[in-house]
């Protein structure tokens, strides 16, 4: 099946820090990438889209300058968190779909857990 | 817009109890629906899905059944183990649009 791999898996680091994030497709082509952010015992909130060969979409509220994302080709999508801050910990999750049909499940890394000291 | 309602946790069952957790939706058209677990410290793996109307999503013996009338995607298993202890998200998908998620339903299995 369709397997997305994101690394790395815990960051820690201090703060003022730039923290980047991959999630790679390992077996399909992904033209759409998804960045979720998960609090503590909560719901996934998705950050933004990301877009191969144009700018990502971020969803209200999220600031663009903080996360920043790129997506330079069809089976890598980067999340670069810049000068973290404590309130910036959280677990990070990506995603992907298989293109194709709409009804296509999305399929993620196993997160990265971020801790700013 | 589209949303996803679960019920609320944590849901506390011994083992081989009979699980169901509830999940309803609202949305415009008519969406795919996934059920996603999460176990402690890891991404969502999908569980099952259904893509229409009276379809059956089923895996490692957890079911679900998309029923229009009622719009609901409720999970169920017959007899849960301790490894069955995660995080459960009701999602759907409309249009090939992003994924609404609901807020997960943690599922705690006692031997």
């Known amino acids: 099946g369709a397997v997305v791999s994101q690394h790395p898996s815990w960051v820690i680091c201090k703060s003022g820090t730039s923290v980047k994030i991959e999630c790679r497709s390992l077996d399909f082509q992904a033209t759409t990438m998804f960045w979720y952010r998960q609090f503590p015992k909560q719901s996934l909130m998705l950050m933004a889209t990301s877009n191969e060969g144009s700018k990502a979409t971020y969803e209200q509220g999220v600031e663009k300058d903080k996360f920043l994302i790129n997506h330079a080709s069809l089976t890598l999508s980067t999340l670069t968190v810049t000068s973290a801050h404590p309130e910036d910990s959280s677990f990070y999750i990506c995603?992907?779909?298989?293109?194709?049909?709409?009804?296509?499940?999305?399929?993620f890394g196993d997160g990265t857990r971020l801790s700013i000291l | 817009g589209d949303s996803v309602t679960q019920m609320e946790g944590p849901v506390t069952l011994s083992e081989e109890a009979f699980l169901t957790i509830n999940c309803t939706y609202t949305a415009t058209g008519y969406p795919s629906l996934f059920w996603y677990v999460q176990y402690p410290g890891e991404g969502l793996q999908l569980l099952l899905k259904a893509t229409k109307a009276d379809d059956k999503g089923s895996n490692k013996g957890f079911e679900a059944t998309y029923r229009k009338e009622t719009t609901s995607f409720h999970l169920e298993k017959g007899s849960v183990q301790v490894s069955d202890s995660a995080v459960y998200f009701c999602a759907l998908s409309e249009y090939g649009q992003n994924f609404v998620f609901g807020p997960g339903t943690r599922l705690s299995v006692l031997p």
């Open positions: 995603s992907a779909r298989v293109p194709g049909a709409s009804n296509q499940p999305q399929h």
